[in-house]
């Protein structure tokens, strides 16, 4: 009896895999094109989003951090997956982006989508009380986290010729006093604020900006974070979903928020933390 189903539902299958290879696929059959910015090593959040949209038919070039060691874990991670343009890219020096923007204008002509996932900030800004934090610490995080989607978006908005899409990654404490998350919160604060700023200012060619706030999920920007695996033990115990984030979650929805599926979305956070950001306080037992 099962047997009958079958080619039913491999041609379901089949129809599925076309319709997301059609996501990343122009009306002229060419592949969609598209820069990913701040894979380091398989945990990145971007490695999750650069496999699928590879998988999906996306002709992607990967940005790093320009530094031997980074380039060394990438390049293998990336040629083994089938992705060989990789740019390298210090998104704290103009020079450095407008030379990608270059390579990018020489190589494609034009691009259909950037995804933004870079954030840095002092090691000891997020394992000291917030108010103790520096004027440098403050700066270098501010410049790194956030300006940097204005810069990258300066250089990238004029090869989106047909529209385009910008995403970035953010995290509740951009909203919401986070233990440990400090300056980092004030820097996601700063760069949800500049997706909606960016938004309203490249509408009208047809470039959406969105940013994606994912649950925490342990990578190695995160384990910068003090006391990041209990961070991850309350996320787990308390959110609605009653599980952690996944690589996978944020791919899905990276996927959604970068392709044509989402055309109508922009200037918005969306949320992919098991529910995190709906709770509010937790009620304790009265002693
Ligand atoms: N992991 C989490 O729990 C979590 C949750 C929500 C949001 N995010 C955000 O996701 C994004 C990606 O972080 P991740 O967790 O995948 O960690 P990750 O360490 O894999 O990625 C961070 C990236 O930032 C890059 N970077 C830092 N400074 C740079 C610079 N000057 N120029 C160019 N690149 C630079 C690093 O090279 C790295 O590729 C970050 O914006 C982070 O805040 C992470």
Redesign the pocket.
């Known amino acids: 009896m099962v047997y009958l189903f079958l080619p039913l539902v491999n041609s379901c299958v089949e129809w599925y895999k076309r319709f997301m290879k059609e996501l990343f696929t122009k009306p002229d059959g060419t592949p969609k094109r598209g820069l990913i910015?701040?894979?380091?090593?398989k945990?990145?959040?971007?490695?999750g989003i650069t496999k699928l949209l590879h998988e999906q038919g996306a002709e992607l070039a990967l940005?790093?951090?320009p530094n031997e060691a980074?380039e060394k874990r990438i390049r293998p991670l990336a040629e083994d997956a089938g992705i060989n343009n990789l740019i390298p890219?210090?998104?704290?020096d103009d020079d450095s982006i407008a030379a990608m923007a270059n390579t990018l204008k020489e190589q494609w002509g034009n691009i259909d989508f950037v995804l933004?996932?870079?954030?840095?900030a002092d090691h000891d800004a997020l394992h000291k009380p917030f108010v103790e934090t520096s004027r440098e610490q403050f700066l270098s995080s501010l410049d790194?986290?956030a300006y940097?989607l204005v810069a990258t978006t300066q250089a990238l908005a004029p090869l989106m010729v047909n529209g385009g899409s910008i995403l970035?990654?953010?995290?509740l404490g951009a909203t919401q006093v986070v233990p440990n998350y400090n300056v980092?919160g004030v820097a996601?604060a700063a760069l949800e604020a500049s997706v909606r700023y960016l938004a309203a200012d490249l509408g009208t060619q047809n470039i959406r900006v969105n940013a994606l706030?994912?649950?925490?999920?342990?990578?190695?920007?995160?384990s910068g974070i003090g006391d990041f695996s209990s961070m991850l033990n309350y996320h787990k115990q308390t959110v609605p979903l009653k599980r952690l984030?996944s690589q996978d979650d944020v791919a899905g929805a990276g996927a959604y928020l970068l392709s044509d599926l989402s055309q109508g979305v922009s200037g918005t956070v969306h949320f992919v933390d098991g529910g995190a950001h709906v709770l509010g306080p937790t009620p304790v037992a009265a002693e």
Do not use: E
């Not at 890219?89 to 704290?92: L, N, P, Q, S």
């Not at 933004?116 to 840095?120: P, S, T």
């Not at 970035?168 to 995290?171: C, D, I, P, V």
């Open positions: 910015m701040g894979v380091t090593n945990r990145s959040l971007a490695w940005s790093y951090f980074v890219c210090d998104v704290g933004h996932a870079i954030a840095f790194i986290s940097s970035t990654l953010t995290y980092m996601k706030s994912a649950g925490p999920v342990k990578t190695l920007a995160a984030t």
